[in-house]
């Protein structure tokens, strides 16, 4: 405890010598890893996001803190055509960009910047597109280079976004971090000086924290922006100090050495309970984690063969062994914390028995052999996949179905599953913009089944997410989305694992931090006790 | 001399080749397609996948990308990382340092307790303070780096409070990176209260990777001094009427030094190995904790370009060893 306090003293006196501020206040977030880069466009580890997108940059829509909603960010307001093709900006004025050793700007945030920083992902042709290796995985997996048919602007204020066609889920990839805004005056001042990289490496954005300094594998150190938009933030100075072992992680929470930090090691959970300085905050992560059949290959071409694997399985006896209690069982496609959830959809209970006796009426008395594949890599959805794999099998011996555990190296497992050479697979998704179309379409419709692990195109269901995606009506998309996860749960194309609960050990000394649904960890609007 | 140093000169060339084509090819063996991993779970389209490929290089006959590998790094071009963007030479500067100055500490405190204890080890031999040396050095030598380090961790930092978890410097400290190592940056910015925060912080992770090299030293010593020990002109020596203390000191120590010396100098490619995983428990920004993540993400540039590098620096040590030993022992430098 002395210690503590001694630390927090010469901490206090150290940032006094070094801003003259006697009030400065400071916050240690231990983060997990080294963010791979600045440009938040150029990746998809919410590593990097944590460090880049985040603290640095805003995007024309914000998610809001601690939720999946949105509202307005860069732009005050948006309006969309009946049609649902043209989606017009108003942009907020009087947004500062930060200033660094090598760039100081000369005008304020406009739609200059907008166009800049879309077209740079979309247009091959474009002077940025391949600065920095040009690669923007996010932007073309959203689809959005096919969805874009003009960027436009109206005046310095106004953009306006034409579409190829409706889009229901636009306003929210708006949201997500590979939306986020580069200066084009920043950009065009480094294509000038012939240091065009510059703009990725030595970021500047319009956003809470400026950036002050990068350690590779140690420290990263931000400072707030003083004329942010939305106000000061409360903490100063804001420091990620990058820890990769998780027990390693936690020691420093309780030794005082950080405030906050992500992904504690199950075991050490218990402890942490017990520590008097820390909450330990928890929350349903924004993820499914399933076990897919390839529905083009036989048995799993038949519903009822696939609705005898959900029977087969005990999924309490998982959630037990493989998340040690941390994961909540998955009943449909989506995580509850989204909105469109049926509540209704009832999950099919642990009855070998009836699995049994739908395997006779497929043809199966007997059972069958297939292959069970199992990720060799711990996920958000899923902390162990060979367990996993360990407990359907056995599970599956005792209705006949002999399961053969197959495993690949990660890039290699996740090939061969795009190109369907498994029967059954283990996978799962963490979401990206909290809209349904980015679960129930992106993973089962019939756009996706070429690639995807169940290879899953069923026309009734599809149809009601094409329904989903030309309407921007809440109402009735939600209705629309109940019905498809009717659809989904008859024809089983998954068995539903578990959604994760995610963990947050935090000291009782940070005021109003809030764990977002989507794993995000945002500092603006946290405060600290001195 | 110099036909000895050219000798040993000329040899490292065919090695340096050797390291450029394992790490070519092993990390290309390894089943992982970087671009793939950098999509994860995200469809990449076919024909960003080949645009990017084709970018990376990584579309050309294998042999090609090989010459040209073997090409740049004969121009001193050591590519640059297909995640960062940054080159890999000086992503290596900034990290290497680091490396450095937890392997020098901890070799430091190696051979500072490590040969005293083989000394006396081998002189009181069959004692109790032999056998507890000989025990201690045995369980050190066993002991898995990483359980090892989290138990310090545990004792010296949560438990105790002597000692800093993690990191290189407490966060409050700022120092512009002038040389990299953070005792010589906090002392030339004449800030002491960062320079105590530095050693501080140093003490543990150099204390964890030093285990193995001070076992091996002290076994190595003891051994080495019990063979010499035993040989004629100690017995003239004794004979003579020399102190103990310059027996043991000059005329043995000098001649058991050798083979200490060849430990010490191959210990330093394992202080390497080892500080993957002690700069991994610590979070010390060093080359372990980076390559380990490079070869994680595929990241092929940094894999071959720093492990050649890594590699170089212990070949240049090991050159160096090999000088020192012919200048301890002139029966090898002629050639005998």
């Known amino acids: 405890m002395k210690f503590t306090q001694g630390l927090a003293a010469l901490g206090a006196a150290a940032v006094i010598a070094l801003y003259g501020q006697a009030s400065a206040k400071t916050l240690v977030f231990c983060s997990e890893g080294s963010p791979e880069g600045f440009n938040p466009a150029m990746y998809t580890a919410g590593t990097t996001f944590d460090a880049s997108s985040r603290p640095i940059y805003n995007r024309l829509v914000e998610f809001e803190r601690g939720s999946t909603k949105t509202q307005p960010g860069l732009a005050e307001a948006w309006s969309v055509t009946e049609d649902g093709k043209i989606i017009t900006f108003a942009l907020r004025r009087g947004v500062k960009w930060h200033s660094s050793k090598t760039f100081t700007p000369t005008r304020d945030f406009n739609a200059d910047d907008v166009i800049f920083s879309f077209e740079r992902a979309w247009k091959s042709d474009h002077p940025f597109n391949k600065v920095s290796a040009g690669k923007y995985p996010y932007f073309d997996d959203m689809g959005m280079g096919k969805l874009l048919k003009v960027i436009r602007k109206a005046d310095d204020y106004t953009v306006i976004f034409e579409l190829n066609n409706p889009e229901a889920p636009f306003i929210a990839n708006m949201a997500m971090d590979f939306a986020s805004i580069q200066s084009a005056e920043y950009a065009a001042a480094m294509l000038k000086a012939g240091t065009p990289e510059k703009l990725d490496l030595e970021p500047i954005g319009t956003g809470p924290y400026a950036l002050v300094s990068y350690q590779k594998d140690a420290v990263i150190r931000y400072k707030a922006h003083p004329t942010y938009w939305s106000g000061k933030a409360k903490i100063d100075d804001l420091v990620y100090s990058i820890t990769k072992d998780a027990s390693v992680r936690w020691a420093k929470v309780k030794a005082g050495e950080c405030h906050l930090m992500p992904y504690p090691n199950p075991a050490d959970l218990d402890a942490i309970r017990k520590d008097p300085n820390v909450t330990l905050m928890q929350s349903e992560g924004l993820n499914i984690g399933y076990w897919a059949f390839n529905t083009e290959k036989k048995p799993f071409t038949d519903k009822k063969v696939r609705q005898a694997m959900n029977y087969a399985v005990n999924k309490q006896a998982i959630i037990d062994a493989v998340f040690l209690g941390a994961g909540k069982p998955a009943i449909n496609p989506i995580p509850p914390t989204i909105w469109s959830y049926n509540t209704e959809v009832k999950d099919y209970p642990y009855d070998p028995a009836k699995a049994k006796a739908l395997l006779a009426e497929a043809g199966y008395p007997n059972g069958f052999e297939t292959d069970l594949w199992a990720m060799p890599v711990q996920r958000p959805y899923n902390p162990n996949a060979k367990r996993m794999a360990e407990v359907i099998q056995a599970d599956l011996d005792k209705v006949g179905v002999k399961a053969k555990i197959v495993t690949y190296e990660w890039a290699e497992y996740l090939k061969r599953a795009r190109a369907g050479e498994q029967q059954t697979i283990l996978l799962g998704w963490t979401g990206d913009n909290g809209d349904p179309d980015n679960f129930l379409n992106v993973l089962l419709g019939c756009d996706a089944a070429k690639t995807s692990s169940s290879r899953w195109c069923f026309k009734p269901y599809d149809d009601l997410m094409q329904q989903a995606r030309q309407t921007s009506d809440i109402a009735k998309r939600t209705d629309l989305y109940k019905k498809a996860q009717v659809i989904f749960k008859e024809e089983a194309p998954w068995y539903t694992v578990a959604h994760s609960v995610v963990f947050k050990p935090v000291s009782k000394k940070v005021i109003d931090f809030q764990i977002s649904p989507f794993g995000h960890h945002i500092f603006y609007g946290v405060d600290i006790k001195e | ?336």
Not at chain 2, 34 to 61: C, F, H, N, W
Request: aromatic content about 10%.
């Open chain 2, 1 to 336: 001399m110099l036909r000895f140093l050219l000798t040993r000169l000329a040899l490292i060339i065919p090695t340096f080749l050797g390291v450029t084509l394992m790490t070519f090819a092993m990390i290309r063996l390894v089943p992982g397609d970087p671009i793939l991993l950098m999509y994860g779970e995200r469809t990449v389209d076919e024909s960003v996948y080949q645009k990017l490929k084709a970018e990376m290089g990584l579309d050309r006959p294998i042999l090609v990308q090989y010459a040209s590998y073997l090409n740049d790094m004969a121009h001193g071009n050591f590519g640059k990382s297909i995640t960062t963007r940054t080159p890999v030479l000086s992503e290596f500067v900034t990290l290497f340092p680091a490396t450095v100055e937890l392997s020098l500490t901890a070799m430091t405190l190696a051979i500072l307790i490590g040969l005293p204890a083989g000394i006396v080890a081998a002189v009181r031999r069959n004692t109790a303070f032999d056998h507890t040396v000989m025990g201690a050095s045995l369980t050190g030598y066993s002991m898995p780096i990483f359980w090892w380090g989290l138990l310090m961790i545990l004792t010296f930092s949560v438990w105790l409070g002597w000692t800093p978890v993690s990191g290189r410097m407490a966060v409050k400290y700022f120092i512009e990176p002038v040389t990299g190592f953070s005792l010589i940056d906090s002392y030339l910015a004449g800030d002491w209260s960062a320079f105590k925060s530095a050693l501080h912080h140093l003490i543990l992770p150099a204390c964890v990777l030093s285990t193995v090299p001070l076992a091996v030293i002290a076994r190595m010593t003891r051994s080495s001094m019990l063979e010499v020990l035993n040989e004629d002109y100690i017995r003239t020596a004794r004979a003579k009427g020399l102190p103990p203390w310059r027996v043991v000191g000059l005329h043995a120590l000098r001649n058991a030094l050798i083979p200490v010396i060849t430990v010490i100098g191959l210990q330093v490619g394992a202080l390497l190995g080892g500080a993957i995983l002690t700069e991994t428990i610590f979070s010390w920004p060093g080359v372990g904790n980076w390559l380990i993540e490079s070869i994680r993400r595929r990241d092929y540039p940094v894999v071959q370009g720093g492990i050649l590098l890594a590699a170089s620096i212990v070949m240049i040590v090991n050159l160096m060893v090999d000088v020192l030993y012919g200048l301890i022992n002139p029966r090898i430098r002629k050639g005998h």
